[in-house]
Structure formats: C-alpha cells, structure tokens
C-alpha cells in the first residue's frame, strides 16, 4: 500500500493564480481531510469528505474548494492564490468518520504564493 | 470554541531522563489523538485515547486521558535522541473527525 499521496511535494504560484493539490489514498477510508500547517498554529482543518460525493467545510475553508468523486481522491483547489495561503498543506484519511482511528497523513505540500 | 493547549511548547532534555507533556482542553470530549511529526515530514499516529481513564503504552511514551480534568499527558521514560520531534495533541468534542482541534504542538529535543 502506497498510503496517502500527496502531489506536488513543493509549489510556487504568483498572487491571483489557481492550482490544485492532489491526493489519494489506496486503503478505501472513507474519511478523507485536508489541512494546512502554520508555524505556532498547529493544524486546521480546511475542508472534509465523509465519503464519496460529500463534502463539508472546516475551520478555514475560504479561498479552497474541495469535491470528491471517488473513494480514492481528494483534490484541494486554490482558486486565487494569496500570500496568505503560504503554508503547508497535509491530506489525511482515516477508515471511519467517527473518530475511532487515527488519521493517515499524507506527506505534505510546501505551497508559497509570492 | 474549543481551546487546546499544550505545555511545554518546547522541550530539551537529555538521554535518559524522564518527562511529562500535558495537553489541556476547555470543552467536554471523550476521544483524544497523540501524533509524532519529525522535522520537514509528515505527522504519524502515536495513540488515540477513546475513553475516561485510557491509558496506553508504546516502548518509552505512554499515554493517558482524564476526561474529568480535560487533561491528557503523554510521558516519556528514559528518553532517547530518536524521540526528538515534535509532539501534537489533537482533541475530537463529538461528531467525527470534522471536529477535531490540534494543539499547536511541543517540541522535544532529546540531548545524547
């Protein structure tokens, strides 16, 4: 099992353009999450999928839109990149919605909008 | 809005020695998550602690949750260099994972 993959691994955009950020995931969770890293701020939860063909938004879900159409995908969209979307961006899945596992995490996007 | 700290944010400590993380949280949950994240990687899954009084263990961690206290601790013993990264908390107060609230973590430096 290759896990949760995460691609690109690094990312530069310029103020106003868009890009998506892959992910999937081979173990058939059903939850899928995508989260961004801020230095003293921990994780925050950006947008997440209970399954295939829902999905719901976190803490900071402005500026990103997410859909899932498969049990395996989950790509994050940035619409117009802003500087303040410079972070770190993790994808993680886990095998039940309720909370009963941890999650898989993938191995993260280095995103810095200039 | 759930709150949760984590204390120390950072930690130096030699070979050895014996400590205690502590992870406080301000609203009633009964489901707490320990992850590990070395520097520049992804963050793994350490515990996960589901009830009042859950305690586990895994070589020198060792993880417990008091529900009543809002307090969850994660204690190292005898530490050694391979456990240097940074340690987050993440609290679940019902519903799923959507709303689950990390701590912004405690970084430990274990010193040979």
């Known amino acids: 099992n290759a896990g949760v993959t995460q691609t690109p691994k690094f990312q530069v955009l310029k103020t106003g353009q868009s890009m998506t950020l892959q992910c999937a995931q081979d173990?058939?969770?059903?939850?899928m999450s995508w989260y961004r890293q801020d230095p003293g701020m921990g994780l925050r939860l950006i947008h997440y999928?209970?399954?295939?063909?829902?999905?719901d938004q976190g803490e900071v879900p402005n500026g990103y839109n997410v859909s899932r159409s498969t049990t395996e995908d989950f790509p994050l969209r940035l619409l117009s990149a802003a500087p303040s979307q410079t972070s770190v961006y993790f994808c993680a899945s886990s095998y039940s919605p309720s909370g009963n596992y941890g999650y898989t995490f993938g191995s993260g996007t280095r995103l810095t909008v200039v | 809005e759930l709150k949760v700290e984590q204390n120390p944010l950072f930690l130096s400590m030699q070979e050895g020695k014996n400590y205690t993380i502590y992870c406080n949280y301000s609203t009633t949950s009964d489901r707490l998550y320990w992850y590990r994240q070395d520097p520049g990687k992804s963050l793994e899954s350490l515990f996960v602690?589901?009830?009042?009084?859950a305690v586990k263990q895994e070589g020198r961690l060792m993880a417990s949750l008091d529900t009543k206290a809002r307090l969850s601790t994660l204690h190292i013993t005898a530490a050694v260099h391979d456990l240097s990264a940074t340690y987050f908390c993440?609290?679940?107060?019902?519903?799923?994972?959507?709303?689950?609230?990390f701590g912004i973590g405690t970084k430990l430096q274990v010193i040979p």
């Open positions: 993440a609290v679940d107060i019902g519903g799923g994972y959507q709303k689950v609230t």
């Open positions: 602690l589901l009830s009042n009084g």
């Open positions: 173990m058939n969770h059903e939850y």
């Open positions: 999928s209970v399954g295939a063909g829902i999905t």
